[in-house]
């Protein structure tokens, strides 16, 4: 079997291509050497390019969400001139035209070629072997072009700056490549009632990375983009060689009998190249067991009712290897500015290793899991009950908080932290009839988990106070410290008997309708101290999450819905920065909720005047410092519960109706059956009404600015037929 396939998407613009390219190409081979002995040959192949914009998206697209308005992107006197567009002084026009600004390419080849043999062995009946060799790869070839050029003022066609950057290429060139390789044995039967399957597998892998760059900057002419077109003495480079080997032998061992009593044994015995042979290779155990106890006599003779009824449960280590390779080589490393000794040209030299350590070890999950599934009365009432425990030990980190300030040398990774995940997940399903032509199903399910740090390695506490507001053994992670507040002030007088906020400037900075924070601790002064642990975190993987599936048909038609949501967590708004709230965006072209706010009956009047009228609002005034007030709505400073809404939704997230054909007009015309249907996704969302500029389901990006591409509602009509 082979494919060929090409998909991509071309934008043209004025003088110049951004595009995107792809080439795919698979080919199957199946062939059976001999009875019992079959060949599996998979080969695979892409080849892609795309070139954009040399900014990031974010960026181009903030610059034409702030731009003024009514100004052309070329000035008014001369129509090859660019305009300098405030308030950043950019031209979108340019910043999308590579001919101009310049541009990002990336190309490359990725491949992979499967050889499989899988042989049933003739005189040991339900063994079965296999062999796997694979070559997997890519080369990429990535490039950058900046260019400079000059800006112009829109209305008097005078020179207003430099648009772009440093004219420069650079060109990075990457290969990575794997070998991977496993012999696989599995035995399966059954005798009487006894259920066997076992299997045994060694595999192993080798990968190798190679990447060389370069660059060098246009100081003179720009000629071509190629790196000996431009100027010699600006010329840098740097490349790197990079090996890694793992290994493992897995052993897993499944028996029941009769369908009653389930066992399951595990062991994996892993191997990395980045620890001290003492500390490479460790073991992993597994066991699990259940009970299905429906199949009992004691259940079918006394409780009909009970179609299934099984009892589980489950503990195993996993784990994964992290940290960098060879830490418990003792020798020197490269320095990474060298040395010059005859004033003139520099040495590489070497310098003496930090610390080391042949302690480095694997990451270790310890995996426990209880479990009762029910189905009663054939499927009206069905579930699962399950409760589930993780513990992560050896968690990498370094002692430099922990030791004194004396010790000169630099500090190795070492298994040091751990934490733990715990939770509980509750399904329930019922299903039924009313009459011969109405039938429906209802699921729901229900999960909540929350991870706990259980040691942190830390430096010191100074006090019990430290330990309140920066200590995190023991406690729960994704937990926001915020400050708390009483309201709004309503005048610059009750700034004058109000806890000060600005240091040393006191409330100097303050303005009607700034946040009325409150000091906790009563020391007369709003900082850190104040702070309590009051909200879920913003970003986190929600700790509640739940969901309800609907089905019904009545006759030829039918409906399917499915809702989801989470709660326990938060959407953070930065408030000073793109179209937000706050002074660094032009103010004309805010989000419509930010026009309710504090702000002077006249706009001209001085915002510091005790003198000057203002009209209230939900939000405090507009500023282009929020320094030393309490309206900073950052997540990292002076955070409260306006800027971090909590982001509990319910949402549909998808719903289809359905209808069939009569069969017996299918018959007239040909066909065997056919069936029309609509449906749609992100149909309906439930959320407070403070996230309506945003989404609950997922991150706000780069300062909680709205700048991730928003989840599309989509809409399907279609007709399937079957003849």
């Not at 694979?134 to 490039?143: A, E, K, L, M, Q």
């Not at 990079?242 to 061992?253: D, E, P, Q, T, V």
């Amino acid at each position: 079997y082979v494919s060929f396939g090409y998909n991509g998407d071309n934008g043209l613009l004025k003088s110049g291509i951004q595009y995107y390219h792809r080439y795919n190409l698979r080919s199957n081979l199946t062939a059976e050497l001999t009875k019992g002995l079959k060949l599996n040959v998979n080969l695979s192949g892409r080849w892609d390019e795309t070139q954009r914009p040399r900014e990031d998206f974010m960026w181009t697209f903030k610059t034409l969400m702030v731009n003024d308005r009514g100004i052309g992107t070329h000035t008014i006197n001369n129509p090859n001139h660019l305009s300098a567009i405030g308030p950043e002084n950019k031209n979108p026009f340019a910043l999308v035209d590579p001919d101009i600004d310049g541009y990002r390419k990336n190309r490359g080849l990725t491949y992979s070629a499967d050889v499989e043999l899988n042989w049933q062995v003739p005189f040991v009946k339900g063994l079965a072997l296999s062999l796997l060799g694979s070559f997997d790869g890519n080369n990429r070839n990535n490039s950058s072009l900046n260019r400079s050029y000059p800006l112009y003022d829109y209305y008097t066609d005078a020179p207003a700056g430099t648009g772009g950057s440093t004219d420069a290429y650079s060109n990075t060139m990457r290969i990575y490549q794997k070998i991977y390789g496993r012999l696989q044995a599995n035995y399966m039967r059954s005798f009487n009632q006894h259920n066997l399957n076992v299997t045994a597998v060694a595999e192993l892998s080798s990968t190798r990375r190679d990447e060389l760059s370069g660059s060098r900057q246009y100081s003179e002419l720009f000629t071509n983009d190629i790196l000996n077109q431009a100027s010699p003495g600006t010329a840098t480079n740097s490349g790197y060689r990079s090996f890694g080997r793992l290994a493992a032998y897995l052993m897993r061992a499944n028996y029941d009998y009769a369908g009653k009593y389930l066992l399951e044994v595990v062991g994996r015995y892993d191997g990395s190249y980045r620890y001290a042979p003492s500390k490479r290779w460790t073991f992993f155990p597994s066991v699990s067991a259940g009970w299905r106890l429906s199949e009992e006599s004691f259940i079918k003779d006394n409780l009909p009712f009970i179609t299934n009824l099984k009892i589980r449960g489950s503990f195993g280590q996993s784990g994964y290897d992290a940290g960098d390779p060879f830490q418990y080589v003792s020798a020197y490393n490269s320095a990474s500015n060298g040395y010059v000794f005859d004033g003139a040209s520099q040495i590489m030299g070497m310098v003496a290793p930090g610390v080391v350590t042949d302690r480095l070890s694997w990451v270790t999950s310890s995996i426990s899991n209880v479990g009762l599934d029910f189905d009663l009365c054939n499927g009206k009432l069905s579930g699962t009950i399950e409760w589930f425990n993780r513990k992560n030990e050896g968690i990498l980190a370094d002692r430099a908080q922990s030791a004194p300030d004396t010790f000169g040398a630099s500090f190795p990774k070492e298994n040091l932290n751990s934490n733990r995940n715990r939770g509980f997940e509750i399904e329930l399903g019922h299903r039924g009839q009313i009459g011969k032509d109405f039938s429906y199903s209802v699921s729901a399910n229900f999960t909540y988990a929350r991870e706990r740090s259980l040691h942190v390695e830390h430096a010191e506490y100074t006090s019990s106070m430290d330990r309140w507001l920066n200590g995190k053994e023991n406690r729960n992670s994704n937990v926001m410290w915020l400050y708390k507040y009483d309201g709004q002030y309503t005048s610059l007088e009750q700034y004058e008997t109000a806890p000060l906020i600005g240091g040393n400037l006191g409330n100097s900075k303050m303005l009607p309708g700034s946040y009325r924070l409150l000091d906790l601790n009563g020391d007369g002064r709003i900082n850190s101290s104040d702070r309590v642990p009051e909200f879920w975190a913003t970003g986190a993987n929600p700790p509640i999450q739940y969901g309800l599936t609907l089905a019904a048909s009545y006759k030829n038609f039918d409906l399917n819905m499915l809702f989801q949501g989470a709660s326990g967590y938060s959407i953070g708004y930065a408030n000073d920065d793109v179209w937000g709230y706050g002074g660094k965006t032009n103010k004309s072209y805010l989000i419509a909720k930010y026009v309710d706010r504090w702000h002077p009956a006249n706009i001209t009047d001085d915002p510091y005047n005790p003198a000057t009228q203002w009209v209230a609002g939900y939000y405090p005034a507009l500023r282009h410092n929020f320094s030393n007030t309490s309206d900073n709505g950052s997540r990292w400073n002076y955070g409260i519960s306006v800027w971090l809404p909590q982001a509990t939704y319910l949402r549909l997230k998808s719903m289809e109706i359905g209808y069939n054909l009569p069969k017996s007009f299918m018959k007239r015309i040909g066909l065997n059956s056919a069936r029309i249907f609509v449906n749609g996704s992100n149909l309906l969302t439930f959320c407070n009404k403070a996230l309506k500029d945003a989404d609950p389901e997922r991150e706000e990006r780069d300062w909680g600015a709205n700048l991730a591409y928003p989840l599309m509602r989509t809409y399907n009509f279609g007709l399937n037929i079957n003849f």
